[in-house]
């Protein structure tokens, strides 16, 4: 089963506007605890590359039935 980075990305300028964002990662990630050593490293660069957004929350886990906008 893959596993995903699920986060809540909010605008600096507006924090009341916030969207769902989701990455998939590959069939290497197959455990929560291998999704957890990728995910940081993952969410630093989105941050890095999405100065205007801020990460509220997140995690890791299985597709949920609404998954998201795909990064």
Same mark, same amino acid.
């Given at each position: #089963?893959?596993?995903?980075?699920?986060? #809540?990305? =909010?605008?600096?300028?507006? %924090?009341?506007? =916030?969207?769902? $964002?989701?990455?998939?990662?590959?069939?290497?990630?197959?455990? +929560? #605890?291998? =999704?957890?050593?990728?995910?940081? %490293?993952? #969410?630093?660069?989105?941050?890095? $590359?999405? +100065?205007?957004? $801020?990460? *509220? @929350?997140?995690? =890791?886990?299985? +597709? %949920?039935? *609404? *998954?998201?906008? @795909?990064?």
């Amino acid at each position: #089963m893959l596993y995903g980075l699920y986060f #809540m990305a =909010c605008l600096v300028a507006g %924090p009341v506007h =916030c969207e769902q $964002r989701v990455h998939i990662f590959d069939e290497s990630v197959t455990t +929560p #605890m291998g =999704c957890l050593v990728v995910a940081q %490293p993952q #969410m630093a660069d989105w941050q890095s $590359r999405h +100065p205007g957004w $801020r990460v *509220d @929350r997140w995690r =890791c886990g299985k +597709p %949920p039935t *609404d *998954d998201g906008a @795909r990064i």
